[in-house]
Structure formats: structure tokens, C-alpha cells
């Protein structure tokens, strides 16, 4: 399967933004769907971002729509998240993972995981 690695979190005040980034090594990134999600501390693991494999469609939650956006860059087998207007109540481990088939939204579609990065966001 192929490793991911996240980079990119840290601690940024409400309003700011952070670029979240996504470095696959093992498989070709371009043989996987991609996806973002964060796990908040107490809470289940949830959807925040998806894209195909050809970066030609993007799924989005509707609490980030707007705000984050995720892109892929397959000649350099990384992926990548841009979260502007952070809010506090994005502060949570984000992680990517990688998937060959199924729902973009579900945590169990997908096959490999990064081990997050954290991102808090302060008030």
C-alpha cells in the first residue's frame, strides 16, 4: 500500500490559514482517490475533502465548503489542503488517506492513512 505523510499543521489564529500537505511514497499517488479528513479530540473521525485521481472532481463537507480547498499534484505524488478562514472549531488532527474505490465520504473505503498532523486554531 502507499505511505502518507502529513505536514503542514501548527497554531493559527481564527481567520488565518494553513496549507496542509500530503507526501505519498511506496504507490503512485495518481493509482488512489484522495481524501482529507480530522478527528477533533472526543469526537469520531469525519469527511472533509475528497478528490479523484485526475483531480477533475472535488467533494467538499459543507462545513468547509468555501473555505478549504484540496488539490493534487500527481507528478509530485502529493496532495494538498488549503484551509482558509480558519475557524476554532476547526482545530482537530487532520489526516489524509488514500483509496482505490468506494465513498469518498466514508472512513472505511479507504486503504492507507497518514499518521495527521495537528492544526489548532485559536479565538
Known amino acids: 500500500q502507499v505511505q502518507l505523510v502529513e505536514s503542514g499543521g501548527g497554531l493559527v489564529q481564527a481567520g488565518g490559514s494553513l496549507r496542509l500537505s500530503c507526501a505519498a511514497s511506496?504507490?503512485?499517488?495518481?493509482?488512489?482517490?484522495m481524501g482529507w479528513f480530522r478527528q477533533a479530540l472526543g469526537k469520531e473521525r469525519e469527511f472533509i475533502a475528497a478528490?479523484?485521481?485526475?483531480?477533475?472532481?472535488?467533494y467538499y463537507a459543507d462545513s468547509v465548503k468555501g473555505r478549504f480547498t484540496i488539490s493534487r499534484d500527481n507528478a509530485k505524488n502529493t496532495v494538498y489542503l488549503q484551509m482558509n478562514s480558519l475557524k476554532p472549531e476547526d482545530t482537530a488532527v487532520y489526516y489524509c488517506?488514500?483509496?482505490?474505490?468506494?465513498?469518498?465520504?466514508?472512513?472505511?473505503?479507504?486503504?492507507?492513512w497518514g499518521q495527521g498532523t495537528q492544526v489548532t486554531v485559536s479565538s
Open positions: 511506496g504507490r503512485t499517488l495518481s493509482s488512489y482517490d
Open positions: 488517506a488514500a483509496q482505490y474505490s468506494g465513498s469518498y465520504y466514508s472512513t472505511g473505503s479507504y486503504v492507507s
Open positions: 478528490i479523484s485521481r485526475s483531480g477533475g472532481s472535488t
